[in-house]
């Protein structure tokens, strides 16, 4: 079959096949691909065709994937939620990926979605714990009924790990004398190194043991579930609040709470990126405005006395 007379929906097939990405999602993605244009011949797709469905997908209800990787048993759920610029850009990603691989394969010689800008993301949302916020979210954590959420809080303050990290720790992983665990797997594709203080540690140390360090209590090959259990946490700790309202907290809020922890104690933007493991200092910089408290006492303490000079 030559190339140019394939279908969409027969190229994203043969991606899906091949795909090993750790995304969950690529697969609903190239999936709604083939439901909108996968009857299309791949030289019927052009760079006018796609900015229209992208300016229709931006415009139309949220979708997500329900259900397995293998595509023919994908579901796709309509829910209420808004279009995110950054949600727009992941589904013009996930096309583009399924016509490199057509160029690849030699299925075709281009790639309608190169030259279509992103929309500009706003990912500057920082949302991260009062000290009092913290003292009160670890006390409830210490009573959860599951009894590894302190430690997993603990953790994800203490280092700025993503939860995906941290859930996919194994006791072999973590290095108990140098206060170490090893991230083999992370976001940027580049195995880290987590130091854990002393209070994770002793946090740990009652559940050491073989496989996951945080397992499911049902199946131990997985990782628990802890989400009632959080929730029950933020209720109590009063950090429950609406998805829509500015004091709404995730748990990926710990990881911002431990970058504006390090950077309000004097940490530099750098020094945070590499705790954190962040790919590029541009991201790391969301925290700027928090370290200028510190930038005022250094200064004053470097040159508070500077007019001296002129009296000497």
């Known amino acids: 079959m030559m190339g140019s007379r394939m279908t969409l929906r027969q190229v994203a097939n043969l991606y899906l096949k091949q795909y090993s990405g750790r995304d969950k999602s690529q697969t609903g993605k190239v999936k709604y691909w083939s439901n909108r244009i996968g009857s299309l011949y791949l030289s019927d797709i052009t760079t006018t065709l796609i900015r229209q469905e992208l ?4 415009q139309s209800k949220s979708v997500r994937a329900d259900g397995c990787r293998n595509p023919q048993k994908i579901k796709l759920v309509v829910t209420d ?8 850009n992941r589904m013009k990603a996930a096309l583009s990926a399924v016509m490199r691989f057509a160029n690849h394969e030699g299925l075709t010689n281009h790639n309608p979605v190169r030259g279509i800008a992103n929309k500009p993301e706003n990912n500057k949302r920082v949302r991260y714990l009062s000290h009092s ?3 009160s979210l670890l006390s409830e954590t210490r009573n959860s009924e599951w009894p590894r959420l302190y430690a997993l809080v603990l953790m994800a303050i203490s280092t700025g790990a993503r939860k995906s990290e941290m859930l996919r720790l194994q006791w072999q992983d973590i290095d108990f004398d140098r206060r170490q665990a090893y991230v083999s797997i992370t976001k940027n594709d580049r195995p880290r190194v987590l130091t854990l203080p002393n209070p994770v540690i002793k946090a740990l140390l009652p559940f050491r043991g073989i496989g996951l360090v945080f397992p ?10 802890f989400k009632k259990h959080w929730q029950r946490a933020l209720e109590n700790a009063n950090l429950f609040f609406p998805k829509n309202h500015e004091k709404y907290f995730r748990f990926h809020d710990l990881r911002h709470t431990a970058a504006s922890y390090l950077v309000q104690n004097g940490a530099t933007l750098y020094e945070a990126g590499e705790v954190l493991g962040h790919k590029s200092i541009e991201t790391t910089k969301r925290y700027a405005h928090l370290s200028v408290e510190h930038k005022q006492r250094l200064t004053d303490r470097v040159f508070g006395e500077l007019d001296d000079y002129a009296n000497v």
Do not use: D, M
């Open 133 to 135: 916020e913290c003292e």
């Open 55 to 58: 300016n229709y997908f931006s």
């Open 81 to 88: 939620n808004q279009r995110a610029p950054a949600t727009v």
């Open 216 to 225: 499911s209590e049902l199946k131990p090959w997985k990782p628990f579930n």
